[in-house]
């Protein structure tokens, strides 16, 4: 059973910190790990994805991964208020179909 | 660029009743996949379609089918529904198979079961 672990918060920031959110994964064969961020009532929205070790830059955002301790991360600099939604991790890649986690929600407060 | 088109948005359908949603994917995608979302369980895949091939299925009761057309828009079908089956059902669609770059989710069919 392929599982996704991510921590369902709620993380709670304040505007301006810098946001890190966690997730592990079980199946070592993951080759493709994504971050989605969905709205209360929207559907999850691609922002970030990763294959290789090490870090991933796209404007505020950052996506950390470490195949050997089966961890990926993203993190969120300089926070702001419409950064408050759930996040959801997915591992997969090749033919098979991602996983997804529950999801964390981060809230960040003014 | 048109996105991922569900419809209808919102339903609402008696227990023992069947539903079909539909999903029209970003044009020139041939990859189709539809996921139900609940508080409790998250998002669990329900299947994937490639040029209107099945390609994988997730562990559901044989109550939800689906299939594709050869203009690669998708459809799923409930039958016999059941209160559990309250939930928001997620399309998506990537060029590929197993969405190696990433899905684009439609905006979701929200069914209540009464």
């Known amino acids: 059973q392929k599982e996704v672990e991510q921590n369902s918060g709620p993380l709670s920031v304040p505007e301006g910190a810098i946001a890190s959110l966690n997730c592990t994964y079980s199946?070592?064969?993951?080759?493709?790990f994504f971050w989605y961020r969905q709205y209360s009532g929207k559907s999850p929205e691609l922002i970030m994805f990763?294959?290789?070790?090490g870090d991933k830059e796209d404007g505020r955002f950052t996506a950390q991964l470490n195949k050997a301790s089966q961890y990926v991360s993203l993190l969120i600099r300089d926070s702001q208020p419409s950064d408050s939604a759930t996040y959801l991790c997915?591992?997969?890649?090749?033919?098979?179909?991602?996983?997804f986690g529950r999801g964390t929600s981060l809230i960040v407060h003014p | 660029k048109a996105g991922v088109t569900q419809t209808p948005r919102y339903l609402i359908k008696t227990r023992g009743q069947q539903v079909t949603l539909s999903c029209s994917p970003i044009?020139?995608?041939?990859?189709v996949s539809w996921y139900q979302q609940t508080p409790g369980q998250g998002l669990q895949f329900l299947f994937e379609?490639?040029?209107?091939?099945?390609?994988n299925k997730g562990n559901f009761p044989g109550r939800f089918s689906g299939r594709q057309f050869s203009n690669s828009r998708s459809e799923m079908n409930v039958s016999t529904l059941e209160l559990g089956d309250s939930a928001l059902y997620l399309c998506?669609?990537?060029?590929?198979?197993?969405?190696?770059?990433?899905?684009?989710f439609g905006s979701g069919t929200r069914l209540t079961v009464v």
């Open positions: 997915a591992a997969g890649g090749g033919s098979y179909i991602p996983t």
């Open positions: 199946d070592r064969g993951s080759q493709s």
């Open positions: 990763i294959y290789s070790n």
């Open positions: 044009s020139g995608h041939r990859s």
């Open positions: 379609y490639f040029s209107e091939t099945q390609r």
């Open positions: 998506a669609s990537n060029l590929g198979q197993g969405a190696n770059y990433g899905y684009t």
